[in-house]
């Protein structure tokens, strides 16, 4: 790693030790700039390092709500705004037992270069909650939101900050969000993406995710004269981003073999029909309910208890869509071992450094979620568009911008790492694409 690089990376491991999934970000950025640091004092003069790896503000608060039973409960509450040298901080609110600063962190820095990469002028941002979504009731939720909302309103806006879903924040989610905030300020404004279409959300952004990571995927096979024709895919999760994207590969004519949940995976060798998509969809989105239940259901349909679905059997394609780390060094071997000639990240960080690595020497296209997964905050932006035009675009409209965004992405990763000397690189490209946007705006903006 370059000098410079190596010594703000072992002064934030120091301060933060515990920030373990923020470093991991870290590291992987900063492994990937290092040419782009050998090449240029500029960044080290003005400090861009130091300063990209400190949030501008960190807003963390105290969500008490009542549940059904009348019992008080308290949750944390976070708003990281990372960055805002190229927009407004924008980025997901996540609502998961698992949220801490470290991974709310990680998000928000990733986010400050994925929101580059796709050419819209949006900073990067980062929220959530440690709250748990199962098991409660649509109105202990709406408390939720709103009391989470009654706290976040005032740090937020059309032109500072514009939080959108993310692992258990959805349209439901959302639509509580906004109407507390409408409320509050007692203004309609664009303050949140992933609306609904009954109030101003736009089309394709549920979908947007999910086809994006599709259509990245489709430019890294093209490099390669191949495509999903045919072709075996593995997704994980089945939430948000894992549905849209079995939609999309389905309609190019691929074969979605697997998909999971925390309980474990399902795998349907012979690829799950739309029916059994459906089946899905309506099964976690409007019941709530388990991937196991798919099994029950479908004889042609296997359940593997509490397993990821890489090392099941062979594939080309392994798209993970649930979360971070879910895949590491022993599931990269067995999906090389099994054939697998590309991996495209519908999640945030689901591979492991070591996975990523092995991919790379082992020759699979790996398209980086920071890449692969800009489809979803792109069309937030649009959305952002369409709400200041006080317009809405029709489905194709939307879905033949986020396809033109997605194939700018993919050209400008590739553009760099071989403006760097790294053949298709996808990591390295898309790293430093999007932190010399960021960085440069930095310069002109001065301290
Ligand atoms: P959802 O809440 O809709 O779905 C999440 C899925 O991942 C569920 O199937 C869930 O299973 C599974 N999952 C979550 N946490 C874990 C865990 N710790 N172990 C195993 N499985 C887990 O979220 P999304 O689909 O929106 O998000 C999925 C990923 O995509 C996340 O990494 C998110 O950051 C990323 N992403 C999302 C975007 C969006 O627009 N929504 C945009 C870009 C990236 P279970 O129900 O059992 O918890
Ligand atoms: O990780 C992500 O890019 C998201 N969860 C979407 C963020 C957004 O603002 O649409």
């Known amino acids: 790693m370059n000098n410079y690089a190596q010594r703000v990376y072992e002064d934030l491991q120091q301060e933060l030790p515990w920030q373990q999934e923020f470093l991991q970000s870290v590291f992987e950025v900063f492994d990937s700039l290092s040419p782009l640091l050998d090449r240029d004092g500029r960044y080290e003069k003005h400090r861009i390092l130091e300063r990209i790896t400190i949030p501008e503000r960190i807003i963390i608060f105290q969500v008490p709500w009542v549940d059904d039973k009348e ?27 698992s949220v801490n600063l470290s991974i709310l962190k990680f998000l928000g820095f990733e986010q400050i270069f994925k929101n580059s990469l796709t050419t819209l002028p949006m900073g990067g941002g980062k929220g959530g909650s440690n709250f748990d979504p199962k ?12 009391n989470f909302m009654r706290e976040l309103q005032s740090h937020i806006g059309p032109d500072t900050d514009v939080p959108a879903g993310d692992i258990g924040v959805g349209g439901r989610e959302i639509g509580y969000l906004f109407g507390m905030y409408k409320k509050i300020v007692n203004a309609h404004q664009s303050v949140l993406t992933g609306k609904s279409l009954n109030f101003g959300g736009s089309l394709i952004r549920p979908e947007a995710t999910g086809y994006g990571n599709v259509y990245f995927a489709t430019e890294m096979l093209k490099t390669r004269k191949e495509d999903f024709e045919n072709r075996r895919v593995m997704i994980s999760g089945s939430g948000n981003v894992a549905q849209f994207t079995a939609q999309k590969i389905i309609s190019e ?33 409007i019941n709530r309910g388990r991937i196991s239940e798919v099994a ?19 594939t080309a394609v392994a798209l993970p869509s649930a979360t971070q780390n879910e895949l590491d060094l022993n599931d990269a071997k067995a999906l090389v071992k099994n054939g697998c000639v590309c991996v495209s990240e519908g999640a945030n960080m689901p591979s492991t450094p070591d996975a990523v690595q092995y991919f790379l020497e082992n020759q699979v296209l790996f398209g980086p979620g920071k890449a692969a997964n800009a489809g979803g905050v792109a069309t937030s932006g649009l959305e952002m568009t369409q709400n ?13 911008r986020l396809r033109d965004i997605m194939r700018s992405i993919h050209i400008i990763s590739k553009n760099t790492a071989e403006e760097f000397g790294s053949g298709d690189n996808y990591v390295l490209g898309a790293n430093i694409a999007g932190f010399r946007k960021v960085a440069d705006a930095m310069i002109d903006l001065g301290v």
């Open 135 to 146: 098991g409660k009731s649509d109105v202990e939720i709406m408390r939720f939101c709103q």
């Open 388 to 400: 200041a035009m006080r317009i809405g675009w029709g489905a194709l409209e939307v879905d033949t």
């Open 71 to 97: 019992n008080i409960q308290i949750n944390r509450g976070y708003r990281v705004q990372f960055n805002s040298a190229i927009g407004p901080y924008k980025g997901g609110l996540r609502f998961h037992p």
């Open 253 to 285: 004519g691929g074969k979605v073999i697997t998909m999971s949940d925390s309980g474990g995976s399902i795998l349907c060798k012979d690829g799950l029909t739309p029916e059994k998509i459906e089946f899905i969809m309506n099964l976690k989105n």
């Open 296 to 314: 029950k259901h479908f004889s042609d349909v296997e359940f593997f208890a509490g397993q990821k679905p890489w090392q099941l059997t062979e």
